[in-house]
RNA sequence: GCCCCCAUCGUCUAGCGGCCCAGGAUGCCAGGUUCUCAGCCUGGAGACAGGGGUUCAAAUCCCCUUGGGGGUACCA
């Protein structure tokens, strides 16, 4: 069943689909898909200095990423330039707008404001009130003759009939402006429903220096999208239980503007993270591999030579312990090198103690003899020698851990030594102990060679 | 400066006059599981910005103050 429902996200293309305007599109995208009704992507480049082409595509492959598709355009208004001219002119024939040339000798249309008071009733806020007589004639028709965002917007929402206008509330004083507009024009005024603005993480106005702010960004950190649209939706709105993690489906279902809150909300980097990790969680690991697959090969990991398999293990390790594909490349990229990289923290930990080199020789030795190198393989003869020693099993695990890894953290040692192989185990063992007789200084050790 | 919007734990929020000495999530702290971390389980600390009203009763309604955000462009 369709309704007559019309929403629509009107980016202008001057950068990347930010954090706060993917939000707006998800409110709109939402009501749409709630009220089956139809939701439209508009450009509005009608700034020619600042718009370009690449901005554009940006916003269209993040809109695709997060899964919001549109029904109808993108219109660009760089396209409609006629329409607003005819209709410009035709507000000066009325009397309501006039020709006006500034100092610096541009000839445009502006729009008489008439003294007043315009009241609206915002679907969120309420009513809202303004005296117009505060606003003064502003431009509607540029020099260049490019309509001013006021102006195209309102030609724009009435031509495409627009039934409800879900943007953020830094549009709530344009407002009265485009009210104006409607009535000179005599066009059916839309509802307003005015959402919150997203701040960054310190409360004020999300800007770069606030790290990541784009739709990309998070893309390119290993988010998944369903995550971020998850997060991005109880920014300013809730299902009104206790339920965090929803289905499109549910959100759809459940989205209400009359749910949606007043006040700005801080974006919150580290609540994703954890959004992303119950995403994660909740995908399978075939899923996974596949999509790890692309990120690895992206971030420049020769993946050819990885069978999918072993590619699968690996998430399978990682499954519950990694947030976002960045993370887990961050925690597994020992597995993809042969030198190790240690962690000065850790080293300092746990292998500069007196005896560590001959532990590790002896771990070395045992697990040279291990046929079947599987982790039940490896826990029982580490275990053996523990025991052999009297030392407690701690005490090898982290020295071999760090050893291994480089790091004094990660997956299980017998799960990690089974999936990274015998030989590269060893090899990365070997070189440990290597280093530790050379570099790691105040650790004292035989000078003689590590066997093999 | 002027105009507009907003105000519950650090953060995201539930609450729409009595069910609230305020619930959930995240983060943090503690304990448990354990080869480390993560995860998971259990417990804990943590908020109605302040002041006036209205009412038998206010986080919920009204006013003021303060704080934050937005606008004030031939940007959108």
Redo the contacts with the bound molecule.
């Keep these: 069943m369709s309704s007559n429902v019309r929403v629509r996200f ?3 293309p ?1 950068g990347y689909l930010h954090i706060g305007g993917a939000r707006t599109a998800l409110f709109n995208w939402l009501f749409a898909r709630h009220n089956n009704g139809i939701f439209l992507l508009r450009i ?4 020619q ?3 370009t082409e690449e901005a554009t595509q940006a916003i269209l492959d993040s809109m695709k990423w997060l899964g919001l598709d549109w029904d109808e355009g993108p219109y660009y ?1 760089s396209q409609r330039l006629s329409i607003y001219k005819q209709y410009a002119e035709n507000l000066v024939a009325q009397g309501k707008a006039f020709y ?3 100092a ?5 249309i502006r729009f008489k404001m008439e003294d007043g008071v315009t009241e609206f009733n915002d679907l ?8 117009t007589a ?1 606003i ?1 004639d ?2 509607i028709l ?3 003759g ?5 102006f ?2 309102v030609v724009d929402d009435a031509d495409m009939e627009i039934t409800h206008i879900i943007r953020g ?6 407002t009265p402006k485009q009210i104006s507009l409607y009535n000179a024009f005599g066009f059916k005024l839309p509802e307003f429903a ?1 959402i ?2 997203i ?1 960054g ?1 310190d ?3 999300l800007s770069k220096r606030h790290g990541a702010t784009s739709v990309t960004e998070y893309r390119d950190k290993g988010y998944l999208p369903h995550a971020l649209v998850n997060f991005l939706a ?5 299902p ?3 339920q ?1 993690i929803l289905s499109i489906q549910e959100m759809i279902e459940k989205f209400s503007l ?2 949606a ?8 980097n ?2 994703l ?3 992303n ?2 995403y994660i ?1 909740n995908t399978s690991v075939e899923q996974l591999t596949l999509e790890v697959k692309g990120f690895f090969e992206k971030s420049g990991i020769d993946m050819k030579k990885i069978p999918a398999v072993w590619l699968a293990n690996l998430v399978k390790l990682y499954h ?4 976002t594909f960045q993370d887990l490349l961050n925690q597994t990229g020992f597995f993809f090198t042969d030198a190790v990289e240690y962690d000065q923290a850790a080293v300092d930990k746990f292998l500069k103690k007196e005896g560590i080199a001959d532990l590790l020789k002896e771990a070395y030795l045992v697990l040279s003899l291990v046929d079947n190198f599987d ?1 039940q393989s490896l ?1 029982d003869c580490l275990r053996t020698l523990t025991a052999k020693i009297g030392i ?3 005490k090898v ?2 020295p071999l ?1 760090v050893a291994i890894t480089g790091r ?8 990690t030594m089974e999936l990274l192989g015998k030989e590269k185990t060893l090899k990365k063992l070997d070189s440990t102990i290597v280093t530790l007789g050379k570099t790691f200084e105040s650790v004292k050790v035989d000078a003689e060679p590590s066997s093999a």
């Design positions: 009107a980016p202008s001057t509005e480049d009608t700034d200095q600042r718009s208004q006006d040339t500034d610096e000798g541009r000839k445009a969120i806020h309420g009513n809202i009130t303004f005296d505060l003064e502003f431009v540029k020099a260049d490019f309509p001013t965002y006021n195209a917007c509330d830094d549009h709530i004083s344009n005015h919150p603005m701040l993480e409360g004020s106005r109880l920014l300013g709105w809730s009104g239980n206790d965090e009359k749910r809150n007043k006040t700005s909300a801080q974006f919150n580290t609540k993270d954890w959004m990790g119950q969680k519950e312990r990694f947030k982790k826990e407690g099993f701690s695990a982290q851990r004094s953290v990660s997956a299980g040692i017998f799960e």
